[in-house]
Structure formats: structure tokens, C-alpha cells
């Protein structure tokens, strides 16, 4: 919620890193991502530091129990984005922490409880970077529809926040792929179990 009240541009990309690494040490915590109005032309000091993207994989990232669509009705409006935050888990079966750095990135795949669905959510800092993702958490002998939410070519969390692509491909637990994070930026994945 600190970026609703700055005037001195928000958090800096890497605080968020450094979140889902510390203040979740403790359990869940009260936070309310999906902010699809990255960019507050009436306020532009209160910069929202990150891609829509990554907003979108701030659900799996930071665990939050008690979740809500946090920005305006009219800001999801015409937003293939915003299945994601229907699909979208709210507690956890078990949680598998792929990869990260603290105050850099991070990425954790997150089983939905009572379900056999996953789902995969992975933030960086001010860096672009690439990140390699393995599949092999996923059940054995099964198939998933993988919807994944990714920054687009030209995403960036100051200059072009809202550039996002979808792609859908089926995945088993032999998969591996490799994704482009932007600066700022993030990939959510929503992984449907299908036999």
C-alpha cells in the first residue's frame, strides 16, 4: 500500500525481491497486488515499480490468503490479463521455491489446495534477466495446460508496463523452458491438470 501514498516514485523494483525472501518468514502477509493502471497519469509521482506482468505473478509470489482484484473494475475491462486473477489460487497445497536471489528474483511454483492445479509466479528487479524454469515438480504421467502471462518484447516497468503477451502450450513434468523477464518485470503461469 506504500505506493498509493508516495511521492517520491514508489518502491524501487528490488523491494519486492527482497519481500517474498523476509517479510514472509514469518507466514502470510496483507498484500493486494493486480494493479492492471500501472502508470497514474493524474499522480505521476506514485509510480507503481513493476510490469503488469509481474503483477499478475505477485499472486503466487507473496503469500496472501485473503486476496482481491485491488484496482478499479473499469482497469480490468477488456484485459485478456485478467483470467489470471480468476484462475488464480488462494491457498496452498505445498510451495516449491525454483530459483532466486535475494533483492534480485525469484520464482515459486505453488500447488492450489485441494486441487491438482499449479501455479508459477516469478519477479525480478531493475534487471532484465533470463530464467530457466523446470517442470519436473509437476505430477508424473499427467498433462497441464499452461497458460502463461509473460512481459512482452518491449515491456518495461517505467516506459511500457502494461506490454504483456499470453501463450498456451501443454506441459508434463518432463518440460523445461526458458523465459525473457523484463526490467521490473514478471511471468505467471497457471498450469490446469488435465487427465
Known amino acids: 500500500e506504500f ?12 523491494h519486492l525481491p527482497i519481500v517474498a ?33 509481474q503483477q499478475l505473478a505477485l499472486y503466487v509470489v507473496i503469500y496472501s490468503p485473503i486476496q482481491m482484484a485491488c484496482d478499479l473494475p ?15 489460487g488462494v491457498d496452498w497445497e505445498q510451495t516449491v521455491v ?3 536471489e535475494v533483492g534480485d528474483f525469484v520464482t515459486i511454483a505453488r500447488q492450489e ?23 519436473s515438480f509437476l505430477d508424473a504421467d499427467k498433462t497441464y495446460e499452461a497458460t502463461i502471462y509473460k512481459d512482452g518484447e518491449d515491456a518495461h516497468y517505467k516506459n511500457n508496463p502494461t506490454n504483456y503477451a499470453i501463450e498456451k502450450v501443454e506441459l508434463t513434468n518432463s518440460a ?19 487427465n
Not at 523445461?176 to 488435465?194: N, P, R, V
Open 21 to 53: 525472501f523476509t517479510r514472509m518468514l514469518a507466514g502470510p502477509i496483507d498484500f493486494t497486488p493486480g494493479v492492471f493502471e500501472i502508470s497514474l497519469k493524474t499522480k505521476p509521482d506514485n509510480q507503481i515499480n513493476t510490469t503488469l506482468a
Open 74 to 88: 473499469e482497469n480490468y475491462e477488456g484485459h485478456p490479463a485478467f483470467q489470471f486473477i480468476r484462475d488464480v
Open 98 to 100: 525454483l530459483n532466486g
Open 113 to 135: 489446495k485441494n486441487t491438482n492445479n499449479w501455479f508459477v509466479g516469478s519477479i525480478t528487479d531493475e534487471n532484465s534477466r533470463e530464467i530457466t524454469i523446470d517442470f
Open 176 to 194: 523445461e523452458m526458458t523465459f525473457k523477464l523484463a526490467e521490473g518485470g514478471g511471468l505467471a503461469i497457471s498450469l490446469l491438470q488435465k
Open 3 to 14: 505506493n498509493a501514498w508516495a511521492s517520491d516514485g514508489g518502491n524501487p523494483p528490488e
